[in-house]
């Protein structure tokens, strides 16, 4: 099986330094991943080691806890998007989901998909499914598709659980065909990636890509 082109090289901590983003895009040009998933005060960085190919250059929106305003959401998808993000993974608010503020949920998604849309870049909808029971997963799901989000992404990788086949094989029952699915978090091995993406999956998010493709060949 060929994963590189639905692998996200990713690093997102902290302590990241620009040497280590620029080893993530020298290995993403390496192995030919899809793209890597990057703190947007690293995007210019990312976009220009990357410049003259064609993986792309992710970032993260109210990452890691999803609770910054829906205003300061959509500003911070157009600054990565004038920065040179090409595709943007936002956190939803847990708090409101745990609060069943659906109405408040449903215009953050909107807000964020449409800032997103309106320079024709893609949007990932972080549910954060290890902190969610399954009615919330399938509510969430359901605003995604109405708000024509383009992929339900399963985690930060931060909060709760990570992605696992059973969540991935929920969501994929829900979305169909309507959207696209990013597995993330503890994806560590060939074994659980390959899982992933026969249970739906159409994008991996890890850390440990390198590690995922050596087990391959």
Known sequence: ??????IEHTALGPQTTKAQIENLCIQAKEHQ???????PYYIQT????LKKTEILVCTVIGYPYGYSSTVAKAEEVKKAILDGA?????LINICAVKNQDWSYVSNDIESVTMAAHMKGKIVKIIIETGLMNEEEI???CEICIEKEADYVKTSSGVNG??????VVKLIKDIV??????????GIRNFEKAKQLIEAGADRLGASKSIDIINQVK
Request: glycine content about 8%.
């Open 86 to 90: 090409d595709e943007l993974d936002v």
């Open 1 to 6: 099986m060929q994963i590189e082109n639905l």
């Open 161 to 166: 659980d990570g992605a696992s086949v059973e």
């Open 176 to 185: 169909g065909e309507k959207a696209k699915i990013k597995a993330s978090g």
């Open 138 to 140: 399938k509510k969430i």
């Open 33 to 39: 991943f899809k793209a890597v998933c990057i703190p």
């Open 46 to 49: 990312a976009k220009l080691f």
